[in-house]
């Protein structure tokens, strides 16, 4: 049995222009990014003459798109490029530019034109903000959008005649690195005339969303004090570079335990923490691969920023550290930085699937919020 390739259609409300695109997630590999191709297929009797449009944009958004103070709104266009697709500009092969692409002119006829972006290369990821369960409506987020409409010009548009579809920009860990994290210091205490030394370090630099995150301490006590309430937890810091200088510090996984280090003592312990959404599904202000609403995302990696590249472009910037912290008679903590991501994934192979498969696009939606026909504005289920 063939394989089969998944393509993701979306249509107007009246039917005047459908997009069919074969994946909805675009990998920036750090040296390039994927292309966004797809076909546009028009019906020419709904268009009555109109000239048809599709615009690839990237917004970020600190608040509600309405939301607007002393004449300035909290969002702004951090990319945005719109074509002409209909009538063409150009020969369609001139716009093809892979083999997915050629099937689907040739099974959908005659009305299919072809349509293709690169993205440059200061863009930053999807990320977005988690809401609290009372913020309906409100956002603070990277996005991405495809949207295809018709008009007598590219500033002719209507909920009617267009149709939106929310892609992500995501981005994959690149080689692992030999680099061993670790931390040491000392800490002195009054009374005391021996120190407390503390060392942190992890197995690696970089984990992957769903592992397992390892962190060796070891602790020699020579002070006086009585160490006590060792926790370590990963806590994920967001910055918010536009607008505001917001700053989010969440704790995404935590061991609190009553392990002790006596004075004169010593210990080393293996933790292990797992920080996985699906353990701060309700946790206001958490940074998020994309998209909110949907099952198919995960924490928000971590935040890879180009040289030469403005951090205030990125919008929002992410990263991740673990935090041991222990009392001697008052607390004193270590943090050691590491990265989050999602694995490369293994090259696709040479041989093109033959058989194709049309789905609606559309997510998985988060159980309990129903979501309106543009895809876009969630009310209570």
């Known amino acids: 049995m063939s394989p089969k390739h998944v393509v993701f259609k979306k249509a107007s409300r009246d039917k005047s222009v459908a997009v069919y695109m074969t994946k909805r997630d675009f990998v920036d590999h750090c040296d390039f990014v994927d292309p966004v191709d797809g076909v546009i297929v028009i019906d020419p009797l709904q268009l009555k003459g109109k000239k048809v449009y599709v615009m690839l944009s990237c917004t970020f958004r600190y608040g509600h798109q309405d939301v607007e103070v002393m004449g300035v709104a909290f969002r702004r266009d951090l990319f945005l490029v719109t074509r002409q697709v209909y009538p063409e500009l150009q020969d369609k092969e001139k716009?093809?530019?892979?083999?997915?692409?050629?099937?689907?002119?040739?099974?959908?006829?005659?009305?299919?034109f072809p349509f293709f972006f690169e993205f440059p290369d200061n863009l930053p990821c999807s990320v977005a903000l988690q809401p609290g369960p009372s913020d309906v409506g409100k956002k603070c987020a990277v996005e991405f959008e495809v949207k295809a409409f018709c008009g007598e010009n590219q500033d002719d548009k209507n909920k009617q005649n267009s149709v939106r579809l929310s892609i992500r920009k995501?981005?994959?860990?690149?080689?692992?690195?030999?680099?061993?994290?670790?931390?040491?210091?000392?800490?002195?205490?009054?009374?005391?005339?021996?120190?407390?030394?503390?060392?942190?370090?992890?197995?690696?630099?970089?984990?992957?969303?769903?592992e397992p995150v390892r962190v060796n301490v070891e602790i020699t006590n020579s002070s006086s004090r009585n160490i006590k309430d060792i926790s370590v937890s990963v806590e994920q810091v967001t910055n918010i570079v536009l607008y505001s200088n917001d700053k989010y510090v969440k704790s995404v996984a935590k061991e609190e335990t009553k392990d002790s280090v006596p004075s004169g003592t010593s210990l080393k312990k293996d933790y292990t923490l797992y920080p996985l959404l699906a353990h701060n599904k309700d946790r206001r202000g958490l940074a998020l691969d994309g998209r909110l609403k949907h099952e198919d995302t995960n924490l928000a990696s971590s935040s890879i920023v180009k040289q030469e590249v403005l951090k205030e472009v990125q919008g929002i910037l992410v990263f991740y550290k673990v935090v041991v912290r222990m009392i001697a008679s008052g607390e004193v903590s270590m943090e050691l930085p590491f990265r989050l991501m999602n694995p490369k994934p293994e090259p696709a192979k040479e041989s093109e699937p033959e058989d194709m498969v049309f789905e609606e696009f559309k997510r998985v939606y988060l159980k309990g919020v129903v979501y309106g026909d543009d895809d876009e504005s969630p009310t209570e289920a």
């Open 170 to 210: 995501i981005q994959f860990s690149s080689e692992l690195s030999e680099l061993i994290p670790e931390t040491e210091t000392t800490f002195e205490f009054l009374m005391s005339e021996k120190p407390l030394h503390v060392r942190l370090s992890m197995s690696k630099e970089t984990f992957y969303h769903g």
């Open 95 to 112: 716009l093809t530019h892979n083999k997915m692409q050629q099937k689907l002119l040739l099974k959908l006829g005659d009305n299919a």
